[in-house]
């Protein structure tokens, strides 16, 4: 597929919990698009990621300039989420009604679902709340594909696939291969290709 | 080869503190030292795997003042040298820096401070910048990551070429953001360290290294001062855009600066709106500030936390009738912008708007009261201790502990992940009711317990973490050993500076450059001290409680109770389970049972479920790491363990 050059800076939050693989995927994509002649900006933040909390990454992908690393409210063109809850709470202030929105359906419940004090909202609620709050969505089992693949981590290079295949952004295979090829061993890269690939087919 | 070596001219994504670490090696630096601490860490992590080949030595030291200590000597012996460390930090070694910019320096010798506006991973949001004013150092802010490294580069520069210390400040949003950046050319020879001090008093490139004669050693300060100001003047790190006579002027620096170029254009104010942007922010270039001050009457001041900026482009306007007259100052002493938090583009736009009183387009109020609606459904992702971590059965067992004593006892607390012992909410036995400085809990408990003949009779326990224990807790032991003052302190022993990273410290057996290296033991240090010395496995809720019951009870002594089990997510124990855990349905009565769901609601472990169709306690075997430590909690022995396949293999 022969992606179109942007020509305008888009703003794509992904985000996802601690320990999901948030900021390897953001990377990877940066990376991509650097290589594409793009300057990308990534506005992170990591420390406390580990234990259990909300993790975010804002990439502004612009055809000249450094940008804020932080988007403004509701200034999101493309929201990639490894985990639906985070998908939501990221809608709720970077969303916008022209938003596209990619959303992994399985759930990792915060502590307060877990003790029984809070409640995660049903799968019919999220699907709502996504239909009004977005342009449009897709909503998959990422995790389940990785588990197949041997590893659920691999959901969040699912979703990039997924990403690549909704041609919302000017990335496709090869330069993920490449882009992977940059840090992983050969068996690595061929996984990772495997999940990029099972992404792709599900946004198509 | 490491991304950090890259070829010059190749365009590399780095981490703003990669981008500095880059910069640094750009420059020739010999040495390197620092004290983990987010968001500063990356910049050692990333040098340390380059120093094999680039004849760098680097160093996780002890504590930021020997960081900077040891940076020092190298700076002195006509090395290039860094040290690295965040905000509060440079509170630490402060007092050195003192002395340091007061004698001067040789090789270049920059402090990097990565600081954290609006405490995104601190409990203070501390400012270093008003060191640089009241050590009369020059102090470089970089706005975005090519700027990271090429300025980095210009400090050592600038600080060779004055001979005093230069400070470099980064924020969370910078050393913690990523961007493009085009590496320079690294250098191919490395110094040789040589240290002279015969010379005269006075001259600082062959005397003694002192801050005496203190009156004319200020002076000597005072005139290096000039020569940086000169070089400010023309710095190419200060940059102007906008109209030649704008409605507004904007003067901002670091991360600021983005937000603010981003407001701008979200509001379509380019052609009112002036932005001066410095990169040389103390001592203030006065002509070149003085110049764009003239361009304008209203000035807007855009920056994080004090208003640093604020105050000195106030300083130098008041000083000429031409710069102060009719002009109005926008900033934070007159609330157009708030004093405390971080800044972003959205705040910087409102401020904008209410200056120009403008209307800012926005979503429509159907669409914010959906998201309003959908936002206020969504259950909190609270932070809470992993499972499997230690520090998690420690407190239980304080916890417990204090409660069966009975007399109210409490724990002075410390930094690190078990500072979220003082989150009430999100550890349902958390009793933490102090926290600051890294060694602060043990000092406050040493004061708290000699408070008695003022009628103060509770119990006083003091935790700090290993690394911790060797930054800043020695000293306050000491004098509760001294003045004899009766804590039971305890060592969260999880064998690493976890929180930001398993940097190894003085406790371990390796070090930053992975050298083999003679580990101090904490227990040795503490009975040599004079304290009484135990060691447990927090794992182990009952020899933990009997030790601590037995302590809290003991009076007129120093106890020391050291809990060691590593931390879960290092990399030794990721993922390895001990036991395996089930909850025997038949046993767990669930709400019946009186114990008011105390595994779950209580001990708030990830890993155990409260499961809402069987209204009984579940285990998630996915996140349970298999410490085992649950079983010992439930009233009604319905959690089970049995070893786990793995432990067994290897022999447990």
Redesign the interface.
Known sequence: MKTKRLSVTKNLVLTGVGGQGNVMASRALAGMLVDAGYVVTIGETFGMSQRGGSVMSHLRISPDAVRSPQIPRGGADVIVALEPLEALRVLTVYGNPEVSLLSNSRSIDPIGVITGERDYPSEETIRIAFARLTARYWLFDATAVGLDLGNPVLSNVVMLGALAGTGLLPIDRRMFAKEIRKTGSPEKCAINLKAFDAGFSMSK | MTRLLAPAGS???FLGNEAIARGALEAGVSVATAYPG??SSEVIESLAPAASKRSLYVEWSVNEKVALEVAAAASFAGLRSMAVMKQNGVNVASDFLLHLTASGTRGGLVLVSCEDPGA??SVNEGESRYFAGMLEMPLLEPA???EAKDMTKWAFELSEAIGNVVMLRSV???S?????VVCGTLPAKARKAAFEYGGPIMDSQTGPMISTPVVAKHLLRRQKLKAVCALFEKSPFNRYTGPARPDLLLITAS?CW??A???VH?LGLQKKVGILKLGTTWPLPPRLVSQYLRKARRILIVEEVMAFLEENVKVLAAGNPKLSEDKTFFGKYDGTLPFAGEL???IV?DALVKIFNIRRC???SS?QE???K??A??????????AGCPHRASFWSIHNAIALDGRGGFVCGDIG?YS?AALTP?NGFGTMPTLHSMGSGTGLASGFARLAPFGFKKPVLTVCGDSTFYHAVIPALINARHNRADITFIVLDNQGTA??GFQPHPGNEVNALRESVPAVDIAAVCRAIGAKVAVCDPFDLSATGSVLTDFLAEKDSLKVLILRQACA?SPEKKGKKTFEMKVDESLCLGDACGCN?LC??IF?C?A???D?KKKKAAV?EVVCAGCGVCASICPRKAILKSQAASAAASGG
Do not use: I
Not at chain 2, 176 to 180: K, Q, T
Not at chain 2, 377 to 386: K, V
């Open positions: 365009k590399v994504l987010t968001p995104l991973s975005d990551f090519q969370t949003r910078m913690h953001a990523s961007g493009n991360a983005l937000y170029a981003e407001a979200m972003n583009p959205d736009a926005g979503l429509s669409y959906e998201a309003r959908t936002a459904m969504l259950p909190p992702r609270e932070q809470t201790f992993c992940c979220m999100a929180m930001t997510l769901r779950t609601r708030r990830p155990l479920v409260w809402r998630d």
